[in-house]
């Protein structure tokens, strides 16, 4: 397995080794929380606002890390990042459930507006701290987001509105990660609402968000589900590999069958969104063929990788790692990444974002799932 998985092994003890004590350490913001994102060497960025949902995915990789006892101090720096979420990350809209979208540098509100985008992160959160501590705590907030979600949240007609105060055009991101959230909330609680909010979900991806008749996953809608006139032609191949991957994951739970569909997905993404030069995604396309966006980021390849990987493409897999490495994790900081690559393959990228590493320990994650890592001790 060593010589076969070379990549695979190689970028897990990575995640391990410089990755999770890295950001430990480098992310920690004194006043709360944790940091935006940081410069190229490594200096913290204290003057750009805060996304709350960024507090939200690190809380996440450290509740994960220490469910697998990949990092010593995990527990430690999951509670850092709980404590300021539910807190300076709740304020606002009068007190309203959930987490607020925009705070300030200093953790003060900019914008309380409620993201479902934003929730489905939260709910991802405390699942993944109820299955690495049982935190009772986070079983509450699971119980009282999914209760906001599910009243003032929801539309009327089919799926949920974008957040509140209610916006335009409706996207099915936020949507394919709640399907994410509820499967995981499932996962930690053996609550079946939340498998059955998954159906729907699954359902809602089947009757609108896939196109049969392209291959295609539509990303932005009207009010109805229709598709909007000014966005709707513009296609994002990275989450139609990230659908491949929740498509994989429903089957298992439900005993549903999605082979053809994740072929059809993984196949169109690759035909239509596959740079020829990096063998990289591009960010974006439109429905033309016509590059939107010739950009590749970081979160594109994981979520081509995590595809790969449950389509039991596992050679190709390791060598998607080998250009993760090659592209985006050789920059000076050790731990570190690039975020953004052109056209061409060369780094563009400004600043280390912190939300990028809820993607990377995704690959460990599913690779850890399909018992691909060898027999080594992991460190205590």
Not at 118 to 140: E, T
Not at 236 to 265: C, I, Y
């Amino acid at each position: 397995m060593e010589q076969a998985h070379k990549h695979i092994i190689q970028y897990h003890d990575w995640l391990v080794h410089d990755a999770l004590p890295y950001w430990a350490e480098a992310a920690i913001n004194d006043s709360g929380g944790f940091h935006e994102k940081l410069t190229m060497e490594g200096n913290p960025v204290t003057d750009c606002p805060r996304r709350v949902r960024v507090q939200a995915r690190l809380t996440q990789v450290y509740s994960i890390a220490a469910r697998y006892g990949w990092y010593k101090n995990a527990r430690q720096v999951s509670d850092h990042g709980w404590h300021f979420m539910t807190s300076a990350g709740m304020a606002g809209e009068s007190a309203m459930p959930g987490i607020a979208h925009l705070l300030n540098p200093d953790g003060s509100l900019l914008d309380g507006t409620r993201d479902t985008y934003a929730q489905a992160f939260l709910l991802l959160a405390a699942a993944w701290r109820v299955k690495a501590f049982d935190d009772p705590a986070a079983k509450k907030v699971i119980e009282q987001t999914n209760n906001f979600l599910n009243s003032i949240l929801r539309h009327e007609k089919k799926g949920w509105r974008e957040g509140y105060p209610e916006s335009l055009p409706r996207r099915q991101n936020p949507h394919m990660h709640l399907l994410e959230a509820f499967m995981t909330c499932y996962q930690a609680t053996g609550d079946a609402r939340y498998l059955n909010l998954a159906r729907e979900i699954h359902d809602l991806f089947l009757d609108v968000f896939f196109d049969e008749n392209t291959g295609l996953l539509v990303e932005y809608f009207k009010d109805d589900l229709t598709p909007d006139k000014e966005t709707g032609h513009l296609i994002e191949p990275g989450h139609m590999m990230e659908w491949v991957w929740l498509l994989d994951w429903f089957d298992r739970l439900t005993g549903s069958q999605s082979e053809n569909l994740k072929a059809t997905l993984y196949a169109t993404a690759e035909k239509i969104g596959l740079n020829r030069t990096t063998h990289l995604l591009f960010d974006q396309i439109s429905t033309s063929g016509k590059k939107a966006k010739a950009t590749s980021r970081l979160w594109t390849l994981t979520e081509y990788i995590k595809a790969s990987l449950v389509t039991n493409k596992i050679e190709k897999a390791d060598a998607l790692i080998g250009k993760l490495h090659d592209h985006y994790l050789c920059v000076d900081t050790n731990g570190g990444w690039s975020d953004t690559c052109d056209a061409q393959g060369n780094s563009i990228a400004g600043f280390m974002e912190t939300s990028s590493f809820y993607h990377l320990i995704g690959v460990s994650t599913e690779i850890h799932r399909l018992g691909l890592l060898d027999n080594r001790p992991q460190p205590s």
